[in-house]
């Protein structure tokens, strides 16, 4: 499973999901457009990141590129699906998504801005639109609370040996 972040502002959320992706075995996270790297320009640590990472982001596999659609045509040729994280009209609950075991060796899972949710021209570029049905008030939750609830869900959820 690979782990596509795009246009994520905070530090605090971008640290919790290199943990996140930690605890589940994620292979690599791509960060993207404005999102943080753990380290700033200067080669340093970024402390809110590596605060709540606890050393993950020391661990766990990442990469910037500047550009989102660019690394989701790289990972598409290299025979990924692509699964974006959003609410839409096309979109279906992520516990819905019949997956075998073996098939999230080839997943990527895009997470987007804070704010403005994973922009249209990333969400065309994925195989499925994937949702966390809202019940109440809110019609959203945390970027990192998200990432958490469809990552441990895919991996453990609703999967078939």
Do not use: H
């Given at each position: 499973m690979i782990i596509v972040l795009d246009n994520i502002r905070s530090l605090f959320n971008v640290g919790t999901v290199f943990r996140t992706a930690d605890a589940v075995g994620a292979e690599k996270i791509y960060?993207?457009?404005?999102?943080?790297e753990p380290i700033d320009r200067f080669g340093r640590i970024r402390p809110q990141l590596a605060k709540v990472s606890l050393g993950a982001e020391k661990t766990m596999p990442w990469e910037y590129s500047l550009s989102c659609i660019k690394v989701l045509n790289d990972l598409k040729k290299k025979g990924y699906k692509i699964f974006a994280?959003?609410?839409d009209k096309k979109s279906i609950p992520y516990f819905r998504l019949?997956?075998?075991?073996?098939?999230?060796?080839?997943?990527v899972l895009v997470f987007g801005n804070e704010v403005d949710g994973v922009?249209?021209?990333v969400l065309k570029k994925s195989d499925k639109i994937l949702e966390i049905p809202?019940?109440?008030?809110?019609?959203?939750?945390?970027?990192?609370?998200?990432?958490?609830?469809?990552v441990f869900g895919l991996?453990?959820?609703n999967i078939k040996k």
């Open positions: 960060l993207c457009g404005i999102t943080p994280v959003e609410q019949k997956l075998k075991k073996s098939d999230l060796e080839k997943v922009s249209r021209n809202m019940l109440g008030k809110k019609e959203s939750l945390n970027v990192s609370v998200s990432f958490g609830i469809v991996r453990y959820g």
